[in-house]
């Protein structure tokens, strides 16, 4: 497949890949994380899509889709890099334990395409999120919950 037809998986997938191989992405402390970037991403979009989701769930999986591919967020991509998806990972976290919190986690795992356990891996990522982000990392999630609960 060319470089002009790669989706934003594919692009996400390759970069952090490829960064992954660096000396910087292997002595960094969240590689283990942002390796998973894509498959997070992959799994907030088969189920902003699944049928068994509510439309509530799916606005928020929506809304942290579109926060995964924008440029603009508190720790820019185009600054720093793949660690700069250390937030978007962050919130897709958030969102996901939400979901599973309200519905079935059974309709998360079907979807999930990584390799670690889906609900280890949200929980993992949960308890060392305000260090991945630091202190913005509240303001995310205040943000967040107010225009969801509109």
Not at 44 to 60: G, P, R, Y
Not at 134 to 142: L, T
Request: net charge positive; hydrophobic share 45%.
């Amino acid at each position: 497949m060319s470089k002009q037809n790669d989706d934003f998986y594919q692009k996400l997938r390759k970069k952090i890949r490829n960064w992954a191989q660096t000396e910087d992405g292997k002595t960094n402390k969240w590689s283990e994380y942002l390796m998973a970037a894509p498959d997070l991403f992959h799994l907030l979009c088969k189920l902003s899509i699944d049928s068994k989701v509510s439309a509530k769930e799916k606005a928020k999986l929506i809304a942290a889709i579109t926060y995964f591919v924008s440029p603009i967020d508190l720790v820019p991509e185009l600054i720093l890099g793949p660690v700069g998806y250390v937030d978007d990972i962050a919130l897709a976290a958030y969102v996901l334990n939400n979901l599973i919190n309200k519905t079935d986690s059974e309709i998360v795992k079907k979807h999930w395409a990584g390799d670690k356990d889906i609900l280890i891996l949200i929980s993992n990522i949960l308890a060392i999120a305000d260090e991945m982000v630091g202190v913005k990392w509240k303001e995310i999630i205040k943000k967040f919950k107010n225009s969801n609960n509109k």
